[in-house]
Antibody, heavy 118, light 110 residues
Framework: QVQLVESGGGVVQPGRSLRLSCAAS????????MHWVRQAPGKGLEWVAV????????YYADSVKGRFTISRDNSKNTLYLQMNSLRPEDTAVYYC???????????WGQGTLVTVSS | QSALTQPASVSGSPGQSITISCTGT?????????VSWYQQHPGKAPKLIIY???NRPSGVSNRFSGSKSGNTASLTISGLQAEDEADYYC??????????FGTGTKVTVL
């Protein structure tokens, strides 16, 4: 079955960088777009970024554009999120999710917590 | 892109039906039949329960159904059960090739 496992979260100071990873298995990774979605503590879901199956297309939410970069390594079945210039408001659980038909997200990983604090 | 508007909470007794609304604009909910719904239990990842307005993924109970009228989509849970107590989020594809979620609704089974 499809499995998505995020890693790389932790505590980081404002202005610093962090890279998240999402290891995928159980499906043909290089045939599907992938997303990052985040959820601040006690808050709702916020879509962050999407990358097409072949890395040709990448889109970002305005809140992270210019600071975050989504990428993937299809040879390693792994999705990444490079987060630079982190702010306290970036504190959240970050989920990776497999794209379904370019429209929605299914399934999701278990998430990794990023805390931006001095 | 502003979040889609959902009621903060909805409650019902076991066996009853409840409906959660999700209001957007003509650039998202009203412009596409690309509304989906997610169920999230505390401490768990969201789970897709409705896609493309009114379709259920395999394995999702037929007690969940979706619809749309204009800029507002709706999720109905019929025969409410204790296990349905969770947070529910709608989402939509948008005209900017982006994605937007709803503000979320906490469902309480009385």
């Amino acid at each position: 079955q499809v499995q998505l496992v995020e890693s790389g979260g932790g505590v980081v100071q404002p202005g610093r960088s962090l890279r998240l990873s999402c290891a995928a298995s159980g499906f043909t990774f290089n045939s599907y777009g992938m997303h990052w979605v985040r959820q601040a503590p006690g808050k709702g879901l916020e879509w962050v970024a999407v990358i097409s199956y072949d890395t040709t297309n990448k889109y970002y939410a305005d809140s992270v554009k210019g600071r975050f970069t989504i990428s993937r390594d299809n040879s390693k079945n792994t999705l990444y999120l490079q987060m630079n210039s982190l702010r306290p408001e970036d504190t959240a659980v970050y989920y990776c999710a497999k794209d379904r038909a370019g429209i929605d997200f299914d399934p999701w990983g278990q998430g990794t917590l990023v805390t931006v604090s001095s | 892109q502003s979040a889609l508007t959902q009621p903060a909470s909805v409650s019902g007794s076991p066996g009853q039906s409840i409906t959660i609304s999700c209001t957007g604009t003509s650039s998202d909910v009203g412009g596409y039949n690309y509304v989906s719904w997610y169920q999230q239990h505390p401490g768990k990842a969201p789970k897709l329960i409705i896609y493309e307005v009114n379709n259920r993924p395999s394995g999702v109970s037929n007690r969940f159904s979706g619809s749309k009228s204009g800029n507002t989509a709706s999720l109905t849970i019929s025969g409410l059960q204790a296990e349905d107590e969770a947070d529910y989020y709608c989402s939509s594809y948008t005209s900017s090739s982006l994605y937007v979620f709803g503000t979320g609704t906490k469902v309480t089974v009385l």
